[in-house]
């Protein structure tokens, strides 16, 4: 009992940095966020408690509505894309010589900054002198988008942004779930007589359904967590085009000053983000596949 009890302390002293940092800028932030929510602050002066004022005040900002919409259009442009692009670039990694060398090249953009990567963005993407408009113009005669500046434009122009960042990241995952599947499977396939695609159908699909569960679920939480690069390229604009979920609460925090509203529309996305997931917790019965 001696060595157990031993053994329990050490391994509670190991685990003490990580659930120290995990309890100080983790957990009790989101309480205090919570209790935030239910109170009238601006930052400097004392606290005051107004209940669920600032969740009903949020029935009637039509700006949170457009946020939330932008927000779902954006999640609806970049989640699919990043996921189809980037088990398409594993599947043509993994049978090529050259792994590192390939992986290092598309993840690069993953550790890339954000905002410098934005910055180079709207380079491309001027509509007078990016290099865009001026191919489309070249080789298709005709005057490119204003892509940044049109509110028809300005989402998907993000979300390509957002995809090109992203594919490294899904891609690297994907590799891994690729690699993890038994050459047997493959090999008693053949013997079969099936074919490539019957085998990406068969094998491939249901063996790498618990790596695309985990990628879905990562990819819609960060496309709700979306703002350096509209902070960058738009703010928000043009009009409110292009505001989202978390653009509209540091707006309340920072431009507003109203740091309880703020907490709130922080409460409602972890609430959205929470019921999305279970949502997909629970439909991911009927298609993720474990193998044996």
Same mark, same amino acid.
């Given at each position: 009992?001696?060595?157990?009890?031993? /053994?329990?302390?050490?391994?509670?002293?190991?685990?003490?940095?990580?659930?120290?940092?995990?309890?100080?800028?983790?957990?009790?932030?989101?309480?205090?966020?919570?209790?935030?929510?239910?109170?009238?602050?601006?930052?400097?002066?004392?606290?005051?408690?107004?209940?669920? /004022?600032?969740?009903?005040?949020?029935?009637?900002?039509? /700006?949170?509505?457009?946020?939330?919409?932008?927000?779902?259009?954006?999640?609806?442009?970049?989640?699919?894309?990043?996921?189809?692009?980037?088990?398409?670039?594993?599947?043509?990694?993994?049978?090529?010589?050259?792994?590192?060398?390939?992986?290092?090249?598309?993840?690069?953009?993953?550790?890339? *900054?954000?905002?410098?990567?934005?910055?180079?963005?709207?380079?491309?993407?001027?509509?007078?002198?990016?290099?865009?408009?001026?191919?489309?113009?070249?080789?298709?005669?005709?005057? *490119?988008?204003?892509?940044?500046?049109?509110?028809?434009?300005?989402?998907?122009?993000?979300?390509?942004?957002?995809?090109?960042?992203?594919? *490294?990241?899904?891609?690297?995952?994907?590799?891994?779930?690729?690699? *993890?599947?038994?050459?047997?499977?493959?090999?008693?396939?053949?013997?079969?007589?099936?074919?490539?695609?019957?085998?990406?159908?068969?094998?491939?699909?249901?063996?790498?359904?618990?790596?695309?569960?985990?990628?879905?679920?990562?990819?819609?939480?960060?496309?709700?967590?979306?703002? /350096?690069?509209?902070?960058?390229?738009?703010?928000?604009?043009?009009?409110?085009?292009?505001?989202?979920?978390?653009?509209?609460?540091?707006?309340?925090?920072?431009?507003?000053?109203?740091?309880?509203?703020?907490?709130?529309?922080?409460?409602?996305?972890?609430?959205?983000?929470?019921?999305?997931?279970?949502?997909?917790?629970?439909?991911?019965?009927?298609?993720?596949?474990?193998?044996?």
């Amino acid at each position: 009992m001696s060595k157990r009890r031993s /053994d329990a302390i050490w391994g509670f002293v190991f685990i003490l940095p990580q659930f120290a940092g995990m309890l100080l800028f983790s957990l009790l932030p989101l309480v205090f966020v919570f209790v935030l929510s239910t109170m009238k602050w601006d930052g400097f002066g004392a606290r005051q408690f107004i209940g669920l /004022d600032n969740f009903a005040y949020m029935l009637t900002d039509t /700006d949170l509505g457009i946020a939330l919409k932008n927000t779902l259009w954006y999640s609806v442009l970049t989640v699919p894309s990043q996921i189809v692009i980037g088990l398409l670039v594993a599947l043509a990694l993994n049978r090529v010589a050259g792994k590192t060398f390939y992986r290092v090249v598309y993840f690069m953009p993953t550790v890339t *900054g954000t905002v410098a990567v934005a910055i180079v963005f709207m380079w491309l993407l001027n509509p007078d002198f990016g290099i865009v408009n001026t191919y489309i113009k070249q080789f298709f005669g005709v005057v *490119g988008p204003r892509w940044l500046t049109d509110p028809n434009y300005v989402i998907p122009s993000i979300s390509l942004l957002s995809v090109w960042l992203g594919i *490294g990241f899904n891609m690297v995952i994907f590799l891994a779930g690729l690699q *993890g599947i038994s050459r047997t499977y493959y090999e008693a396939a053949e013997i079969d007589g099936a074919s490539r695609f019957q085998q990406f159908r068969s094998i491939t699909l249901p063996l790498l359904s618990p790596t695309t569960f985990f990628i879905t679920i990562i990819a819609i939480i960060n496309s709700f967590k979306v703002f /350096d690069q509209i902070l960058v390229m738009t703010g928000g604009g043009p009009g409110n085009a292009s505001r989202v979920l978390v653009f509209h609460l540091y707006d309340y925090a920072f431009q507003d000053f109203s740091f309880g509203r703020s907490s709130a529309s922080a409460v409602l996305m972890f609430l959205i983000i929470l019921v999305l997931t279970l949502i997909q917790m629970r439909i991911s019965r009927r298609w993720v596949h474990y193998e044996g």
